[in-house]
């Protein structure tokens, strides 16, 4: 059964820096070979997948946030990360983590705040 928890969010001004954390607990393997995704979503709008990160490292992220949003993994801890620089107030949603395509439970995420 895998979990995940989302961490990291937080309320920031215009500009500012955020560093999400994913833990994946309960994946093994099944972590380690996993394309990772990062969504968010805002109230009456659809999810959003923002970012995401292959195996090998390899990744993508979304046009909106191109040169502003960085996404690692370390499997060894289970745990993918979303570095989030210049933050917009329409970056303002609830981050969450899964798959891509997900294939897990959705955690509760966190939520991002940008606002002055």
């Known amino acids: 059964q895998v979990q995940l928890v989302e961490s990291g969010g937080g309320l920031v001004q215009p500009g500012g820096t955020l560093r999400l954390s994913c833990a994946v607990s309960?994946?093994?393997?099944?972590?380690?070979?996993?394309?990772m995704g990062w969504y968010r979503q805002t109230p009456g709008k659809q999810r959003e997948l923002v970012a995401t990160?292959?195996?090998?490292?390899?990744?993508n992220t979304a046009d909106s946030v191109k040169g502003r949003f960085t996404v690692s993994r370390d499997n060894a801890k289970n745990t993918v990360y979303l570095q989030m620089n210049n933050l917009k107030p329409d970056d303002t949603a609830v981050y969450y983590c899964?798959?891509?395509?997900?294939?897990?439970?959705w955690g509760q995420g966190t939520q991002v705040t940008v606002s002055s």
């Open positions: 990160i292959t195996r090998e490292s390899s990744t």
């Open positions: 309960r994946s093994g393997i099944i972590f380690t070979i996993s394309t």
């Open positions: 899964n798959t891509d395509p997900p294939r897990w439970m």
